[in-house]
């Protein structure tokens, strides 16, 4: 599909322009061929699934990360940043869900951080500030108070207020990564009402979001990539809902089948209304033995706060969990552990790892009770262990005495299975079980997961990947906003689907 | 490609023996300061090889070292205690104060009875962090005076001594020819290590420090493992008090002002770090020798206690520099 990709900029006033950009990790490309050309006055939609290079495009346009290769113009000159606040003194501010407010200083404070009104060179003058910030909020229409501390504004406010920090830094180039995936729909009108204002004063914006709706309403223009490279740009309203998802999940359909296990299997576990307030709200599935269940939907639809209350880490407000015909309560990990779930977090060195510690300890951390007598551990044993889930997950590492913190991503990964594996579990949770892993490790976990269903047991994976679900699960549920929206057979769906449910 | 992959595994190897080699350094390195002090002082003073003088540090190094084992736990949780020193003070106290008089109470009782006012306040503790979620820092702080208040108002300001000799036999009597406070160190030091090495209960401990979210996924009950410590805490600091008053023979109110900094400083020169989940008992042990060698040798030789002030903040700051060398390196 190869469409000019001058043609819809020709006429107008081109504000940022960036070409061939390219940039591999650790010789892995993870951005071929990205490219935006954006206009003055105009909101222009950065669209692409999970690993798409997206974000390792906007990296680069801030300064944070180097390019390998490639050519950014600003106003018709070539620049390249070598670091956000260069980005920032040449005019491209970015608001993400990541904002560093300086949490116990005032909305104004914050608004001229660095750039404070002085008064005889060194004292700061509080009053001016706050006057011109109360005019800026003012103009605005933000119903922020300048004098409030950041600490007690919403989400929503506290990105009102960067907006209005990047309009009064006179920033000509916005770019919005996920502005509304914390807030709700009234501050999300609000937002978009100060979009068309920076709009009509001329600022180009590049505006990502997963909630296509969104783009729809308030973008003019679309730029799509696919796999770390371009696919399509054009006007979105040359454009609809369902050609846009094409574009980004690719033309092709997964004509996976898996094995056709069904509803004659056992069920293991089966959740009835879990709820936490703010969270999730009234979840019933069920997992039988044999099957792969895939948790899809976007981020903050509330899916691993699901597992994690399903796994005891957090407590739920209300629901109930059978397993083999009985009422179980679960209310902490121990728990958990004790009925044989296991649970993989999505983060596997803030909540699963012990980075300093050696791949045998973290390996038997969950079954020192079986590995020991009297409490002593048996060190035999445990290295017995620790070498036979090495070799089975084929762990690299020089000795099993090695630190976590010096093996690779995917091999920590395998090292949290390979932990999960020693309590012997009947159920599996795992939350992004491949995320930022090479292709290798990927394909040995989905290997190791099928095999594990197959013996009898169940796994409930959360994965924010398409294709991973379709590819590797029996069954999907969707969530949306902490509600279960939808639940199928994958035989029965394609990526299409998965994306109109879950946005 | 191949080739340049195979040429990085090279050198990456070759940075890696470096890095070992560096952390070897980094995690003995203190021993070989030990073996270097030990060295010095045999050669610049003939009274310090003597096992007359080599009895003499053991004996001045138990206390510290009884409440240095306690800290490591604390420590190696992430955690810190501040009220040890107060807390030995209490329990001195109140086992001096049940062996004294025309009736004194029979030793052991005085013994169990102060050790058991020594797991309340580490208990005390312990609730406020592990539950409460408050600061150590803060807590103990709170607890440094609290408990130091409680010792006053106890012994109305004043000493207790004319202990009966059973108690004193504590802190003056020895056991195979060895002082009895150099055996418990050694028993609690001994007794720690094995705990913490091998047991089931010394690897949630290093969980616990090392990453509290992990080890609350991996279903550690991480409040009672915390709470846990800071009772152990205070079981040793307690019998570091009784220790302490049968070798002086008296209980005094002020006693054990500011040695929650020595153990401190014997635990972080051993190379235990701050954040938690690294170290162990062995190091604490070279780290409790090096003050007590330090001290003893430096007065040996004629050395005025000012400076040895001065070398001992050194030592610790030169320590947590190491640590923080290492941290580095493995990052």
Known sequence: ?503 | MSTSTKQMGRAGARSRTLGSLGQLFARYGIVIALGLIVLALSVLSDNFLTSGNLTNVLRQVSINGILAVGMTFVILTGGIDLSIGSVLALTGMVGASLVVGSKPHSPILAILAALAVGVVAGACSGIFIAWVRLPAFVVTLGMLSAVRGLTLIYSQGMPISNLSSGFKFLGQGTFLGIPVSVVLFGATALAAWVVLAYTVYGRRVYAVGGNMRSAHTCGINVRGIIFSVYALMGLLSALAGVTLTARTTAALPQAGVAYELDAIAAVVIGGTSLTGGIGGIPLTVVGVLIIGLLNNGLDLLGISSYYQQVIKGLMIVAAVLIDKARHADAA
């Open chain 1, 1 to 503: 599909m190869n469409v000019a990709r001058h043609e819809v900029m020709s006429g107008s006033d081109l504000l940022l322009k960036a070409e061939g950009i390219q940039k591999s990790y650790g010789g892995v490309l993870a951005l071929h061929d990205g490219c935006i050309e954006l206009g003055a006055g105009t909101v222009h939609a950065l669209c692409g699934s999970n690993g798409a290079g997206k974000s390792t495009f906007l990296n680069i346009l801030m300064g944070l990360e180097a390019p390998n290769s490639g050519r950014i113009w600003l106003n018709g000159s070539e620049t390249r940043f070598a670091s956000p606040a260069s980005a920032l003194a040449a005019g491209i501010a970015i608001i993400t869900q990541e904002l560093s407010p300086v949490p116990d200083m005032t909305v104004a404070e914050n608004i001229f951080l660095g750039r404070e009104s002085r008064r005889a060179g060194w004292f700061v003058n509080q009053t001016v500030m706050r006057r011109k910030a109360a005019e800026l909020l003012e103009r605005l229409n933000f119903a922020v108070d300048p004098r409030a501390k950041m600490r007690r504004l919403s989400l929503g406010q506290i990105q009102l207020v960067e907006i209005a920090k990047a309009i009064d830094q006179r920033s000509s180039v916005l770019i919005m990564d996920e502005p509304t995936s914390a807030i709700g729909e009234k501050e999300t009108a609000v937002l978009f009402d100060a979009i068309r204002q920076l709009k009509s004063a001329g600022v180009g914006i590049i505006y990502v979001s997963h909630r296509l709706s969104e783009l729809f309403s308030i973008a003019d223009e679309y730029t799509v990539f696919r796999d770390g490279g371009f696919v399509r740009t054009g006007l979105m309203k040359d454009i609809d809902r369902d050609e846009l998802i094409r574009l980004m999940v690719g033309g092709s359909l997964i004509d996976q089948q898996c094995a056709a296990t069904e509803s004659e299997k056992a069920t293991l576990l089966e959740v009835q209304g879990y709820s936490r307030a703010g969270e999730f709200e009234d979840i019933n599935l069920s997992l039988k033995s044999g099957e792969i269940v895939g948790l899809y939907g976007l981020m903050g639809a509330g899916r691993s706060e699901f597992a994690s209350s399903l796994y005891g880490i957090s407590r739920r407000n209300r629901g109930r969990l059978v397993m083999d015909g009985a009422e179980v309560e679960i209310n902490s990990p121990g728990d958990a552990l004790k009925f044989r779930i296991a649970m993989i977090t999505e983060d596997r060195k803030a909540s699963g790892l012990f980075l300093s510690q050696s791949v045998r300890k973290n390996i038997s951390l969950t079954s020192l009770s079986s590995l020991s007598r009297w409490s002593f551990i048996n060190e035999r044993k445990e290295k017995a262990v620790a070498e036979r889930m090495i070799e089975r997950f084929h762990i690299k590492v020089r000795t099993r005495d090695q630190p976590v913190r010096q093996l690779s991503g995917g091999n920590q990964q395998k090292v949290l299975f390979a932990r999960s594996l020693t309590t012997s579990p009947r159920i599996l949770i795992c939350d992004e079980p491949t995320r930022g892993i090479d292709e290798g490790a990927k394909r040995e976990i989905h290997a190791f997961l099928a095999e594990f269903a197959a013996q009898g047991n169940a796994v409930l994976m959360i994965s924010s990947e398409v294709q991973e679900i379709l590819a590797s699960c029996n069954r999907v549920v969707v969530f949306r906003h902490g509600r279960q929206v939808a639940e199928s057979p994958v035989t029965r769906i394609t990526p299409e689907h998965l994306l109109h449910w879950a946005s």
